[in-house]
């Protein structure tokens, strides 16, 4: 193996297209090293492992910068299951809307958050309760900039748990 690494790292600088020369046929070498299996020899020799690092480095960077820069989580504002428990037994958890309390508590947080944010790009991930619908506008109300906003995603998979009767 070691004498086919030896061949293989030789015909490197031989075989491996000059990206200064200029030549119309650097994508042609290209190919042509590729097809040759002296990449492949390469590879498996380790002559390319410094290469192989770095690109790999470049990946885990490119994947880490897609990544927003904060994620803050709000809960909604007080709703009337918070301040009538009975009303479980006659309107849906997912009916319930936001008391004029809870209205104002997301107006509150709406302006907070307007100077958290500053002119970052904005994705909402809010659930299809109407109480937390209602404080998204509430937040709109506040101040909050709808217009840096990109996407608002309703996910059901964020709402609270139910537990049927037994709440």
Same mark, same amino acid.
């Given at each position: ?13 031989? /075989? ?14 290209? %190919? ?30 490119? $994947? ?14 007080? $709703?009337?299951?918070?301040?009538? !428990?009975?009303?479980? $037994? ?42 937390? /619908?209602?404080?998204?506008? @509430?937040?709109? %109300? ?10 608002? !995603? ?6 609270? /748990?139910?537990? @049927?009767?037994?709440?």
């Amino acid at each position: 193996t070691n004498s086919l690494c030896g061949a293989a790292m030789a015909s490197q600088k031989e /075989q491996w297209p000059n990206p200064s020369a200029g030549s119309s046929n650097e994508a042609l070498n290209l %190919l042509t090293l590729l097809s040759s299996g002296v990449l492949k020899q390469q590879i498996q020799c380790g002559a390319l492992d410094d290469a192989i690092e770095a690109l790999e480095k470049r990946r885990k960077q490119l $994947s880490w910068a897609r990544l927003p820069k904060r994620i803050i989580l709000l809960r909604h504002g007080e $709703s009337e299951g918070n301040v009538d !428990h009975s009303i479980y $037994s006659v309107k849906g958890d997912s009916l319930l809307e936001l008391t004029p309390n809870g209205m104002q508590q997301a107006k509150q947080a709406g302006a907070r958050l307007r100077d958290l944010v500053g002119n970052d790009r904005i994705f909402v991930a809010v659930s299809p309760f109407e109480r937390t /619908q209602q404080t998204l506008y @509430g937040l709109y %109300l506040g101040g909050f900039p709808r217009q840096q906003v990109g996407v608002v !995603h309703h996910d059901p998979r964020i709402r609270e /748990q139910e537990f @049927g009767n037994f709440q």
